[in-house]
């Protein structure tokens, strides 16, 4: 019997708490934490593989070095002298000339994103890149121009409605996006045994799907039409009733709708007109809440998307009442530690993309690398990101790297990017760190604090933790040492100053978590940051893009084209599990879903080779004929191909998968957003071996 420990897994967005048993550095268990209010003893694989990356002989565990191809272990003093002296140089020549690209772990990570400002104010660039743009900025620019605030997330009432329709998210596998929902299949079973119904709209017959009492399937990247004739229904079904009084311009909206013909819009989306009755009704009678996620984010129309759907809630009544669309209060609140988010603030070198908060589309990143010229970017610093593998058209990015003159890569894998760095910072192992859900607990389906201690001491004392590097890298490019509390000393202060006025202290005395109830409803006027204090719903911005919207004939027969989409599993967590023994076990997940309709003039059948192409590149993997896939409709999940020379995660390699990102293209994004269209590319498929005989 080994000592217990309290922790939250910080994987995922679920933040479950969990109980680690460990006898000296040896991890006995890892199960779920029953008492924890939020996750209610609910975890999934992969939290017990929080064992597998801390033990993982694979995982780096000091600084390496790379000159050609020879990787060399070196000091952290060294590497921070190296990394300061040659950045230094290449800032002298251009101060322009750097560049940071920062992942989706740091959204894991409270110590991170209190210090990652610290190296891009050392670097003085505005060449800012980030995983939010192939993810969720659709849904912060909506955010922002509706309630004043880039992180001001409304999420589904999932305790208390009585329907729940989600479009373009699969909690079954992903455990919940921008939307802390931990234990999801219960609490939509607690849903049914209530009367409830769960909706699926998806061109995937998902996980999700497959629980839910209703499955509607959509041509992918046309959900915008979709949208559009849902939205007028439920206003065709509430005209009279007022909504909030805070919400204006509804009308305006309205208006322009009137220019879309229903049935126009339908054919384009792929869905049928009683759907789209039944769904209206639904959404109008009852407690419901309509949920976009990530399907309906990486598409070219993924902030129309964004806002249609939060007007569609507005519409309905349904915003910011029990079971409809509510607004966390978190202990540590974001919208008050958070500046609101800026638009257009710089402007892209190469293609002239306007920042979004500050940041440059990731699907840029490329071309401010290739492109000569004065801000050409020779130093990059990537923490806890992997592009090549995550973000649109990754062999070009791949190529570009490799002529950068700095790469420095916070990780701890020699992955399909960091083996392009010249040094590779590794930080301490995940059972090492604290965690609190800074960005996650506030997006959570209840109000909860929770604090985790690290579970094991740092294994070698001189180990950092990544906020120690972020300050070291601050410190070693600017020669000015970061004074400033630790994250520990800032999360107190911030929590004492936050909505319940907790300390730290009182956070961790109840080591299951603080729970402060389910969220309040009738929040959102005192929470909303936008100048006039209303939601207006007629964002110029949006109206303009919708009235310039052309509803496309329905997709055209006998073009020989079939239509991307991703998926994600439950085993995986982007590309960064890939080297766990325990998640890799059991049949290939990297396959080419495909609808026995398409696949059979092809002569695919399953287990064939299938060879997919699109106008950036092809690979070549497995086919899964199955009529989950709508028609005219292929799947390929992301965070695969690990197997490019150079890189050390021996587990990953002998199950290596290709990388989506091959097919997706750098020039495909939602110009509202500036997010990748990872979504509706357009390939076409041939079995393989026909391919090579001609
Ligand atoms: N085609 C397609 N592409 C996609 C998506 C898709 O659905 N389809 N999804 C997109 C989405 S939603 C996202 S968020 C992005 C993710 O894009 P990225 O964040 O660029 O990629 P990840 O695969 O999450 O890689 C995370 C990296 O961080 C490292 N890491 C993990 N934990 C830590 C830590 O605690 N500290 C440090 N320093 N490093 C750590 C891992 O080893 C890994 O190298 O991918 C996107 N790309
Ligand atoms: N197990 C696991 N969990 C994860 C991750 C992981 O890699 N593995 N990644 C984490 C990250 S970084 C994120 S951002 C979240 C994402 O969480 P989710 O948003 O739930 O992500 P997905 O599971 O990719 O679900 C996206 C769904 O959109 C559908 N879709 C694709 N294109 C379209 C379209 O055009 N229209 C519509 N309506 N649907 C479409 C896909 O079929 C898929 O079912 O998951 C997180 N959790
Ligand atoms: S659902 Fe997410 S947070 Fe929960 S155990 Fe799994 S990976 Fe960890
Ligand atoms: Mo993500």
Not at 17 to 36: A, C, F, H, M
Not at 55 to 74: C, F, H, M, S, Y
Not at 141 to 167: C, E, K, W
Request: proline share 7%; net charge negative; aromatic share 4%.
């Amino acid at each position: 019997m080994g000592e217990i420990h309290h922790r939250t897994c910080h994987i995922c967005e679920a933040n479950c708490g969990v109980l680690v048993e460990v006898e000296g550095r040896r991890v006995l268990s890892i199960k779920g934490d029953p008492e924890n209010p939020l996750s209610r003893g609910h975890i999934c694989p992969k939290a017990t593989a929080l064992e597998d990356l801390q033990n993982d002989p694979d995982r780096l565990r000091a600084p390496q070095k790379r000159v050609g191809d020879t990787w060399t272990e070196i000091s952290w003093e060294q590497a921070f002298r190296e990394i300061g002296e040659k950045a230094r140089a290449i800032l002298a020549r251009d101060p322009a000339s750097s560049a940071t690209y920062v992942g989706n772990p740091n959204a894991h990570s409270y110590g991170n994103a209190l210090n990652a400002h610290h190296l891009t104010k050392a670097l003085g660039t505005k060449n800012q890149f980030s995983a939010s743009t192939v993810d969720q900025m659709p849904h912060q620019v909506a955010n922002l121009r509706l309630y004043g605030h880039a992180s001001m997330f409304g999420i589904p009432d999932i305790d208390r409605t009585q329907t729940l329709i989600i479009i373009g998210g699969n909690p079954m596998a992903s455990n919940g996006s921008v939307w802390t929902v931990p234990d999801f299949r219960n609490r939509a079973r607690e849903l049914k045994a209530r009367g409830g119904q769960l909706v699926v709209i998806d061109p995937r017959r998902t996980e999700t799907a497959k629980i839910a009492d209703r499955h509607v399937f959509v041509r992918p990247a046309s959900d915008v039409f979709l949208l559009v004739a849902l939205l007028k229904a439920v206003m065709a079904r509430r005209p009279f009733q007022p909504v909030q009084d805070f919400v204006t311009g509804l009308g305006d909206v309205a208006a322009l709708l009137a220019r879309f013909d229903d049935a126009a819009c339908l054919a384009a989306s792929g869905v049928a007109p009683e759907d789209v009755a039944w769904l209206a009704e639904r959404l109008t009678t009852g407690p419901a809440a309509l949920y976009g996620r990530l399907g309906i984010a990486t598409q070219l129309h993924g902030t129309l998307n964004a806002w249609l759907i939060a007007l569609i809630n507005v519409a309905a009544g349904q915003l910011d009442r029990e079971g409809g669309t509510v607004f966390p209060i978190p202990a540590l609140d974001t919208i008050s530690m958070l500046p609101r988010g800026s638009l257009g603030k710089y402007t892209s070198r190469v293609s002239g993309h306007k920042s979004v908060l500050g940041e440059f589309p990731a699907a840029a990143l490329a071309e401010e690398i290739e492109t000569p010229g004065e801000g050409q970017i020779k130093a990059l610093f990537v923490v806890a990101g992997n592009p090549v593998l995550s973000t649109p058209n990754g062999p070009r990015l791949d190529a570009a790297l490799e002529s950068l003159e700095l790469v420095v890569s916070v990780d701890m894998y020699r992955n399909a990017t960091s083996r392009r760095a010249h040094y590779i910072l590794p930080p301490t192992g995940p059972l090492e760190r604290d965690h609190y859900g800074l960005f996650l607990l506030p997006m959570a389906v209840r109000n909860v604090a929770v604090y985790s201690q690290p579970t094991l001491e740092r294994e070698d004392p001189a180990a950092l933790h990544d906020w120690e590097i972020l300050r070291g890298l601050a410190t070693a490019i600017s020669g000015k040492p970061v004074q400033e509390p630790t994250p520990r000393e800032a999360l107190d202060s911030l929590l004492q100053g936050g909505p319940y006025k907790v300390s730290l202290a009182e956070v961790e005395a109840a080591p299951s978590g603080l729970d402060f109830g389910p969220p309040k409803t009738g929040v959102l006027p005192g929470r909303l940051r936008s100048d006039d204090q209303t939601v207006s719903a007629a964002v110029p911005a949006f109206m303009d893009a919708l009235a310039a919207l052309e509803v496309p004939d329905a997709a055209p027969a006998g073009t020989g084209k079939l239509t991307l989409i991703g998926r994600r599993h439950l085993r995986t967590n982007n590309s960064w599990l890939a080297n766990s023994h325990r998640l890799t076990k059991g049949p290939n997940r990297c396959t080419l879903m495909i609808h026995p309709q398409d696949a059979a003039p092809l002569g695919l059948e399953q287990g064939d080779q299938a060879t997919v192409r699109s106008a950036s590149g092809a690979i070549t993997l497995p086919a899964e004929v199955t009529d989950d896939m709508m028609p005219g409709t292929v799947s390929i999940p992301h965070g695969w191909g690990h197997d490019l020379p150079g890189m050390a995660m021996q587990v990953a390699k002998a199950r290596a998968g290709v990388s989506a990102n091959v097919l997706t293209e750098s020039g495909a994004l939602d110009p509202l957003s500036g997010n990748a269209a990872l979504s509706g590319v357009q390939v076409e498929v041939a079995k393989a071996e026909l391919e090579a005989a001609e």
